[in-house]
């Protein structure tokens, strides 16, 4: 299973990732993204690897 990271201090504050992958991505009270919880399953990963993918400003890696 991959884990997650966000470069928060590029993050643009979108939203996006956290309604693609809600269990894994949350936004803080400064709308800047955070990891949640690492992805525990499939379906949460590969909801994770669509986060990355659609983040506007590419901050979302994964090792
Ligand atoms: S998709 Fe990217 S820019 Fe948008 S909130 Fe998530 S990390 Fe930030």
């Known amino acids: ?8 201090s590029e993050c643009v504050g ?10 894994n991505f949350a936004m803080n009270s400064s709308n800047v993204a955070y ?3 690492q ?7 590969a909801e994770c690897n669509q986060a990355l993918e659609i983040c506007p400003v590419q901050v979302i890696s994964a090792v």
């Open 1 to 8: 299973m991959k884990a997650f990271k966000i470069n928060q």
């Open 35 to 37: 990891i949640n919880t």
């Open 39 to 45: 992805p525990q399953t499939e379906d949460e990963e």
């Open 14 to 23: 979108c939203s996006t990732c956290a309604l693609i992958a809600p269990t």
